[in-house]
């Protein structure tokens, strides 16, 4: 059996009281506990949900809230590691670190999509990075799609009963949800005119059209998702991208997109409608 925990702390306002407002309360600890259940089942089946029941394999209990702010505990239960299916993609040392593993895509996950850490293409090292690497192309940035709406379930009760959600591990602060996350996950300002922008491919999903771009504009990745009828020889020009890549060539194309923006400006995706290789000499 392994366990993974989690310390959900509200503080500020009414949860200074040890109470929060009893709606918006429910909802956000709702929407937090089914963030980490949907990445689980992911973990779990290799499959990507939104509704309905989830796998067995890990079970997410939430305990009562006590005193001190007002706190309640989340727990993931894995009985059988080795039936997992992030076990099969990382192999028999996955069954040892399964805890560890699984609680690194969570936090990561639940990050991105609250605007906190930005990953870049290239420079990573350490067991996470290689983790990542080894999940199918693309699904963290479609995990990150899939929790949003939880998420800003999530953040309900923020600026509207307390002012923060601390996420913890035993006393290890992991992530923080407060004002500024809640602008970020609510607020998408999706641009009416079509941009260019000279892109390389670090992620991509032919199946669900989800991946992930390096700016280097901005110095940071941003995902991206595809147009459901793109310019022709788009999917063409994305997968030639990723190759070079993968092979340490230079991998720059062009793509026309529409831009969707966070309330403070950031750059949160990309929306592709065509993408084109670019000449030698243009990129000279």
């Known amino acids: 059996m392994v366990e993974v925990g989690y310390r959900l702390r509200y503080t500020g306002d009414e949860a200074e009281s ?10 956000s600890l709702e929407g ?7 990445i689980a089942n992911y973990l779990a089946t290799g499959k990507m949900k939104t509704r309905g029941t989830l796998s067995p394999e890990i079970k997410a209990f939430i305990y009562p809230a006590r005193q001190g702010s007002f706190i309640n505990d989340l727990i993931l239960y894995i009985e059988k590691p080795e039936n997992l299916f992030i076990t099969s993609v990382l192999g028999s040392y996955a069954v040892g670190t399964a805890g560890q593993v699984i609680n690194s895509v969570i936090v990561k996950v639940m990050k991105e999509v609250c605007g906190i850490v930005s990953r870049h293409i290239g420079g990573q090292t350490g067991d996470e ?7 199918p192309s693309g699904d963290m940035e479609a995990l990150v799609d899939r929790i949003e709406p939880s998420m800003r379930r999530a953040h309900e009760v923020i600026n509207e009963g307390a002012s923060n959600l601390l996420i913890l591990q ?8 407060n004002g ?6 609510n607020k998408n300002i999706i641009g009416d005119e079509l941009v260019e922008k000279e892109v390389s491919v670090g992620a991509l999903n032919a199946n669900t059209g989800n991946g992930r771009f390096y700016l280097p504009q901005i110095g940071k990745t941003v995902p991206f998702s595809v147009d459901k009828e793109p310019a022709t020889g788009t999917y ?11 092979s340490g060539r230079p991998s ?3 793509v026309t997109c529409r831009e969707v923006l966070a309330l403070d400006g950031r750059i949160k995706k990309l929306i592709v409608s065509g993408a084109r290789r670019m000449d030698i000499d243009e990129l000279a």
């Open 180 to 185: 500024v996350t809640k602008a970020y996950v």
């Open 129 to 135: 990075e290689k983790w990542y690497s080894l999940l």
């Open 32 to 38: 937090v506990s089914w963030s980490v259940s949907l």
């Open 252 to 254: 720059t194309i062009q």
């Open 170 to 177: 035993r006393q290890t602060e992991l992530i923080v949800l």
């Open 18 to 27: 040890n109470r929060l407002p009893a709606h918006r309360g429910a909802v």
């Open 236 to 246: 063409q020009a994305l997968t030639y991208s990723l190759d070079q890549y993968v």
